[in-house]
């Protein structure tokens, strides 16, 4: 047979075997090439699953298309040539199977068959479903292995991640189910056992609508309407109903699930319990809200005596007048802290907070978000208020036009703060001949409570004060 005796093949591999030099081979020349050796390159030629054909005791390569992209940069240097120069890493372990099917003419056959193999990115094991058959020549004897292998590798992949996948959800504390776009149940975990109630037998094949409130059916169906959609389902925390019918409060997160083609065909739910959470936040709000209440009584008391104790002259009762100002102060810091988690706030609510009483557009407020403790937070209230009952007495407050500039930034580490309070458009401003309790209230809190500097400018455009102070509760030593 010519050179173009594959000539009515098409593809890379049938121009590649019918140019290559193959007198150079032990096969010799295509023309001389036995019948069983044409036929069955002929035939894999025409296959469209992964063939290698190894001829002759060298077991000579000739392999098809389909099969050129498991050997990697092997091809096309693999063709014509013994498969120990090619396969050698994998050669202890191939030369057998091909050696047996020669000397005993049976086949060869198994399933995820793992290989060893370098083909250009790296040593790695692959799988692969095997059938090595053998090709019988003129005489009868064995002449060849025709080898119909299918690489399994990434499937294997896939069903251990998916094993690895089940093991975790099975062992999950956290119930977790999957339901068709129809809403019905396909699994279900021990997890979900042990939340809902419900056996895997007694809940898969039913519809999820057995685990929702009356009052929450439409949340559900919209769920899986914006699922549907390729939506994206933030975490969400909602109510869910046991098999014995008591409602739980549950986080949900749910995810898409999707086919082989990328369609989604249903959710992936996973639920956690936080009944216990729920509980502890309502009783929370509750102690926060007497808390609340109690504190404002202790602050009305004090008031209501600071009024009955000095109401002899118009100078007691301007320093009542002052008192319940401060008291007032106080009160919105204690909002503040109480309306959060006691423990912090954000910064700019805290000055938000401390300037209610007067009118916003007279103050330019800049700064990123941050949080700051709680004594933070007193500290700041009171320091604003001293600074702005100021401002309205002689500063930027006095005069139409006047504005208050406010400004902080953290350090990158987040452990000190820089705070500027800047007057402008107000009427001139002198040094004082002596400081007054707002004063020395300003310094005393900013300086003590927040273990930093205080600088009290008084400029004649405005006055201006920088504070640079630690955010933690004590400075580190």
Known sequence: MSSLGFARHTGEMAHLIGSFDWQETSLGPISDWPHCLRSSVDILLGARVQIVLFWGPQFV?????????????????????????????????????????????????????????ERGRGPETVYFDISYSPVHGEDGAVAGVFCIVNETTELRHAQET??????????????????????????????AERLYGYKAEEAVGHSVLML?????????????????????????ET???????????????????????????????????????????????????ELKHRVKNVLATVTAIARQTFVNSDDEREAVRTFDERLASLARAHDVLTNGNWEEADLRTVIDTALLPYSPDRFRIEGPAINVAAHTVTALTLAFHELATNAVKYGALSRAGGVVSIGWLPSPDASRLTLEWKEQGGPEVVT??????????????????????????????????????????????
């Not at 690895?164 to 021990?190: F, H, Q, V, Y």
């Not at 929450?216 to 699922?227: P, S």
């Not at 020395?440 to 201006?464: D, M, N």
Request: aromatic share 8%.
């Open 212 to 236: 929702i409130p009356d009052d929450r059916r439409d949340e559900e169906y919209d769920l899986f309407r914006r699922v549907g959609l390729g939506e994206h389902v933030a975490p969400y």
């Open 432 to 477: 004082p001949s002596k400081r007054g309790f707002g004063s020395k209230l300003i310094e005393r809190l900013l300086a003590s409570e927040l273990q930093g500097e205080v600088r009290l400018e008084f400029v004649p455009s405005g006055l201006v004060c920088n504070v640079n102070a630690y955010l933690a509760k004590e400075k580190e030593v």
């Open 162 to 191: 998916e094993r690895r996948l089940a093991a975790i959800i099975a062992s999950s504390d956290d119930a977790i189910l999957s339901a068709n776009l129809d809403m019905t149940i396909e699994s279900w975990n021990k997890g």
């Open 61 to 117: 390569a000739i392999y098809n298309d389909t099969y050129a992209p498991t050997i990697g940069d092997k091809h096309p240097h693999a063709l014509g040539r013994p498969a120990q120069e090619y396969w050698a890493e994998l050669w202890s372990d191939l030369e057998p199977l091909l050696t047996r099917v020669m000397k005993t003419g049976g086949t060869v056959s198994a399933k995820d068959r793992p290989f060893y193999i």
């Open 239 to 289: 109510q869910r109903r046991r098999r014995d019918g008591t409602l739980l409060d549950v986080s949900l997160t749910v995810s898409p699930i999707y086919d082989v083609s990328g369609e989604i065909v249903g959710a992936s739910k996973i639920a956690r319990d936080v009944t216990a959470k729920k509980q502890f936040e309502r009783f929370q709000a509750m102690a926060m809200g």
